[in-house]
């Protein structure tokens, strides 16, 4: 079995409050690996850890080989979208996407342009972000997710705003992005989604990740 991800023992307490409690989890590459659980349950610090952007009380934590914050700061290979999108208000979504791609200049604007394209937006489009939609936002998104073709990518609630078209549209980019490699975590409140992408399924409750169902 070749892992993507390995959590040993990962626990995360915040002032005196367990928000991880204990976490011992393995995850298989080029799988579509689904989580649930409530709003609070712990799973959007789940994927800050894994991505590295918080560090574990306890535990560790191994992303694509590398053991974070002994071999790696942030997990590498790897892109997140968690909660409410975060962009500059007054810049267009391309624009957002071209500061973003230019911290590693993996990619330039034809890849930029493409994965807009792939969302359902328009990468000519000068309207800055502040005009946009919810929805437009939440496609943005995961434009910035899927731009670089990470080996692995977190989905925190992706399908929030989204009309049905357009979350058809994401269930045919999570197939494609599994189809040429990557992994895929899901966390979505809605079990239509869970049910139709997931490979195997991990329940999060009180900060307790409990076993894969398939």
Avoid: W
Wanted: proline letters at 3%; glycine letters at 10%.
């Amino acid at each position: 079995m070749s892992i993507a991800v390995r959590l040993s023992g990962v626990s995360k307490k915040i002032k005196g409050r367990t928000v991880l409690d204990n976490v011992t989890i393995t995850l298989e590459k080029g799988k579509v690996i689904g989580f649930v659980g409530h709003n609070g349950s712990g799973k959007s610090m789940l994927f800050r850890i894994i991505t590295g952007l918080v560090k574990p009380s306890s535990g560790e934590v191994t992303v694509l080989g590398e053991t974070l914050n002994k071999e790696a700061s942030f997990a590498k290979n790897t892109s997140v979208i968690l909660e409410k999108p975060g962009f500059l208000d007054h810049y267009s979504g391309y624009d957002n996407l071209k500061f973003l791609a230019d911290i590693q200049k993996k990619i330039g604007s034809q890849q930029i342009h493409a994965a807009i394209q792939r969302v359902g937006l328009d990468p000519a489009d000068k309207r800055p972000v502040k005009s946009y939609s919810l929805g437009m936002k939440q496609k943005l998104a995961i434009a910035q997710a899927i731009m670089e073709e990470p080996d692995l990518i977190l989905l925190d609630e992706p399908m929030n705003g989204l009309d049905e078209e357009a979350v058809s549209r994401v269930y045919s980019i999570i197939r494609e992005e599994i189809g040429r490699g990557a992994t895929i975590l899901l966390a979505s409140h809605h079990k239509v989604d869970i049910e139709t992408l997931c490979n195997e399924v991990y329940k999060v409750n009180s900060g307790v990740v409990t076993g894969a169902e398939k």
